[in-house]
C-alpha cells in the first residue's frame, strides 16, 4: 500500500521517520555484552580510562599517573606542551606580566620557547593576518547567521576556502600558512558571526569593531565583543589564561583525533579543521561547560543555603539519580577521561577564578562552585561504583569565568576553539611531516553472511 505524502515543513519529524528509525534501532542495537566478550575498548579507552595507543607525537602530553613499586598509582595531574609544564608557562606569565597565548603557540608549533625578539615577530605576523578577505564580513558573515556560533564558524571556514588560490596545496610551507591564517582569523570570525546573529535574530545593534594590531588575542577578543570596547587588565589575563589552557591536550581528545584522522586522508586545511569543528561542538567535549553553568543556574533555584553541605549533597545526589536537572546522572564539570586526583587545568583556573570572583562582586558564587569541588567527589564515590579517583576539570570553571568576563553563551564554545585551533594546527602539520597512510581502525562484524532474497520474494 503506497504511502500518502504531503508537503512537509523542512524540519518536520513526521510518523513515517519515527516509525524507520524504530526499524534502524531494531537491526542497529548491539548487545553491550559483545564488547566484553571481544575485547573492544569502547570510546578507545580501557576500564581504567586509559586511551588506546593510536600514533606518537611530540606536541603534548597529559600525565595522571606515577609508577610506585611497580605499580602505576593515580597522581596529580600534569599537561606539557613539548615537554613543557604547563603551570610554569602560566606562572610566567603571571611573573612578567605579558600575554602567553601567541608564546603557547609558537611553542606548539615550531617545539621550542621563543626568545623576546621570536615572540615579538611572531605576534606581529599573525596581527598581520588578521584580516578578513575583502567584503567578507558583508557577503559571508552577515548573511544567513546561524543560532549556533559553531556552525557559523564552521561556515566561515569552509567558505575561507573559496578565496584561497592554493586551498588544495598540502605542502608544508602552505599549510602553515594556513594555520597561521586561521589561528589569526578565529576571533573575528567568532565575534562577527555572534554579532550577526544578535542583530539579525534578537534585534540589537551591530558592532563590527576592528582588531588592533598591538593587542593580544585576548584583549582584541574582548575589544571587539564589547560595544565600547573596554577592558580590565584582569579580565585579558585571565582570558589569555584560559586560552593557554584550551590549546592542547594530547593527540587523543576527540576533535584533534579528528585533526589528525581527516589530515591522513590528505584532504586541505579547512575542510580538516571543520571537521575538528563540528567534532568540539558536541556537548561531550566543548560544549561542556555550558552544561556546568545550566547546571549551576538550576543549583542556585534549588539550593537556598549556599553554605549547607547537607542541602548541597541531597542536589548532586537528586542529579546522579537523574530526579533532577536534566535527568543525564550527571554531574557536569566533575570527572575526566584521564585525569583522576586533579586536572592540572582546573587547578590553576581556581587561582585566577577567586581573583575574578572578587573584582567582579561575585565571592559568593565562587564559594559555592568551591563548595560543589569539595563535596561533588564524595558524593560520587557514595552513589556510583568508580574505577578511578573524580575531581573538577576545566569546564567546572571555565563557564564561571566566562559568565564573569560577560561573554554570551553562544560563544563559550568557539572560544574554545579560537584556543584549540593552535594544537589542532600543530598536530595537522606533525601528521602530514610523518604519517604515509590513512587512519583506518577495524571495527569487528557480528552480523553474519545471510541469503539474498529477491525483491518479488520478500514479505
Known amino acids: 500500500m503506497a504511502i500518502r505524502r504531503n508537503r512537509t515543513n ?14 534502524c534501532k531494531a537491526t542497529s542495537t548491539i548487545d553491550p555484552s559483545l564488547y566484553a566478550k571481544y575485547d573492544v575498548k569502547r570510546g578507545l579507552r580501557d576500564i581504567n580510562g586509559q586511551g588506546v595507543l593510536a600514533g606518537l607525537t611530540e606536541i603534548s602530553d597529559i600525565r595522571a599517573h606515577q609508577m610506585v613499586n611497580g605499580k602505576l598509582v593515580p597522581a596529580k595531574g600534569k599537561l606539557y606542551y613539548r615537554g613543557i609544564d604547563v603551570e610554569d608557562l602560566v606562572k610566567d606569565a603571571e611573573t612578567t606580566h605579558h600575554f602567553s ?25 599573525l596581527s598581520c593576518y588578521r584580516t578578513l578577505p575583502t567584503n567578507f564580513v558583508r557577503d559571508v558573515i552577515l548573511k544567513a547567521p546561524s543560532h549556533d556560533m559553531m556552525n557559523t564558524l564552521s561556515k566561515s571556514v569552509l567558505t575561507l576556502y573559496s578565496y584561497d588560490k592554493k586551498a588544495d596545496d598540502i605542502s608544508l610551507p602552505n599549510v602553515l600558512r594556513q594555520s597561521l591564517q586561521l589561528i589569526a582569523l578565529f576571533p573575528l570570525l567568532s565575534v562577527y558571526g555572534y554579532q550577526a546573529y544578535r542583530h539579525y535574530h534578537d534585534d540589537k545593534s551591530l558592532y563590527i569593531h576592528p582588531p588592533k594590531k598591538e593587542f593580544s588575542t585576548a584583549e582584541n577578543l574582548l575589544r571587539i565583543l564589547r560595544p565600547d570596547k573596554q577592558f580590565t587588565e584582569l579580565e585579558a589575563t585571565v582570558l589569555d589564561i584560559c586560552l593557554v589552557l584550551h590549546a592542547e591536550h594530547g593527540g587523543g581528545n576527540n576533535s584533534t583525533f579528528t585533526t589528525r584522522v581527516v589530515s591522513s586522508s590528505g584532504t586541505d586545511t579547512y575542510s580538516t579543521i571543520a571537521a575538528a569543528l563540528g567534532s568540539l561542538k558536541g556537548p561531550r567535549h566543548g560544549g561542556a561547560n ?5 547546571m549551576f543556574e538550576d543549583l542556585k533555584k534549588n539550593v537556598h543555603h549556599w553554605d549547607d553541605d547537607e542541602e548541597i549533597e541531597r542536589y548532586l545526589r537528586s542529579i546522579l539519580r537523574k530526579e ?67 575531581s573538577p576539570n576545566v569546564d567546572f570553571y571555565s563557564g564561571f569565568v566566562y559568565s564573569m568576563l560577560d561573554l554570551p553563551t553562544q560563544l563559550y564554545t568557539p572560544i574554545f576553539a579560537v584556543s584549540r585551533i593552535a594544537g589542532w594546527s600543530a598536530h595537522r602539520m606533525e601528521e602530514l611531516i610523518n604519517a604515509n597512510k590513512i587512519i583506518r581502525p577495524a571495527y569487528g562484524a557480528i552480523q553474519g553472511p545471510r541469503a539474498f532474497v529477491p525483491l518479488d520474494q520478500r514479505p
Open 10 to 23: 523542512f524540519s518536520e519529524v513526521t510518523e513515517e521517520i519515527v516509525a524507520l528509525t524504530e526499524r
Open 101 to 125: 597565548f601567541e608564546e603557547a603557540t609558537f611553542l606548539l608549533l615550531f617545539g621550542e620557547l621563543p626568545n623576546r625578539e621570536e615572540l615579538q615577530n611572531f605576534s606581529e605576523l
Open 324 to 390: 533532577t536537572f536534566d535527568h543525564s546522572g550527571l554531574i557536569y564539570g566533575m570527572g575526566h577521561a584521564v585525569y583522576s586526583l586533579s586536572d592540572p587545568r582546573a587547578d590553576i583556573m581556581e587561582r585566577f577564578v577567586k581573583n575574578l570572583s572578587e573584582e567582579k562582586g561575585r565571592s559568593k558564587e565562587y564559594t559555592l562552585y568551591s563548595n560543589v569541588a569539595r563535596l561533588a567527589p564524595k558524593v560520587i564515590a557514595e552513589e556510583r561504583k568508580i574505577y578511578k579517583g573524580v
Open 290 to 294: 555550558i552544561k556546568v553553568v545550566r
